[in-house]
């Protein structure tokens, strides 16, 4: 087995034809800053030549992550000098979901605890998902005044049908494994603290198949589902950044931090 870091928050652990890419930012949550986003964009970036690791585990240290970091400097968009920069500046998240949705190789998410707004964008870019029997998914981007970007709705639709990626859009409610799994979110439920367990088992039983066939079927299937995707979500970008302009999302933000109800007016 090697092991190789990327950054200060994640490591790549290489073992025959499995690698485990595993976030940790040393408090359990791995909320998703500037820093960990773009690591994990370099961490999947580098399997693009790897023609040895045929599955990879991706997962969190305690938590798979509690979603973007708002405390983070380097996403507030707020700082942005314009509108030009702000543009860039909201390209972080898509830019991360692309590079794990075009990794060749078989991808499976080992999710434990909770996995959060942009995390759950991520669990939707991978191929698989395995849950922990406690945990659960959520997104908080419209209680908290924002559209639900990094191009993740048409992938949601594309797993649970468009009434569920509607309720999971939109109300912000948690979704538990067991809901997960009924609605297509969830290929697994494990106990809890087995979910890495879990994923490398799905991981064995893929390297163990003809790897050019694997490769070439998971184009294929992906090619298939997602053939609208970008025509459809181009502009989710640029309607986060519209959205985080608004008289809401300051209020949202605002009452999460105070810990209160929002009062929201559509402004």
């Known amino acids: 087995m090697s092991e190789t870091r990327i950054g200060d928050h994640v490591t790549v652990a290489r073992d025959g034809a499995v690698a485990t890419v595993t976030m940790n930012r040393g408090d359990g949550r791995n909320a998703l800053s500037k820093q960990l986003i773009v690591e994990m964009t370099q961490a999947a970036r580098s399997f ?8 990879v585990i991706v997962t969190g240290e305690g938590a798979f992550t509690a979603g973007a970091d708002l405390k983070d400097p380097g996403l507030d968009r707020r700082r942005a000098d314009g509108l030009m920069e702000r543009r860039h500046m909201v390209r972080i998240g898509p830019d991360l ?7 060749e190789q078989v991808t499976i998410c080992a999710i434990e605890k909770y996995c959060i707004g942009g995390g759950a964008a991520l669990a939707a870019s991978c191929d698989f998902r395995v849950m922990g029997r406690s945990a659960h998914f959520r997104l908080p981007e419209i209680p908290l005044g924002m559209n639900m970007s990094w191009h993740a709705v048409p992938r949601l639709v594309s797993l649970i049908g468009p009434s ?10 948690k979704v538990d494994a067991e ?3 009924a609605w297509g979110l969830a290929d697994e439920i494990a106990e809890d603290g087995e979910a890495l367990a879990a994923a490398r088992r ?4 893929i390297a163990k198949l003809p790897p050019n066939a694997v490769r070439m079927s998971k184009v294929s299937v992906n090619q298939a589902a997602n053939a609208l995707h970008r025509a459809t979500t181009f502009m989710d970008a640029d309607q986060y950044a519209l959205a985080t302009t608004s008289e809401d999302y300051k209020e ?3 009452a999460f931090l105070e810990k209160r109800d929002p009062k929201f007016t559509g402004r």
């Open 97 to 103: 979901c692309e590079a794990w949705e075009r990794v």
């Open 48 to 55: 693009a030549d790897d023609l040895n690791v045929q599955a």
């Open 252 to 254: 949202a933000i605002k």
């Open 179 to 181: 809901q997960s799994l």
């Open 202 to 205: 799905w991981a064995q039983k």
């Open 164 to 173: 569920r990626a509607k309720q999971f859009v939109i109300f912000g409610d």
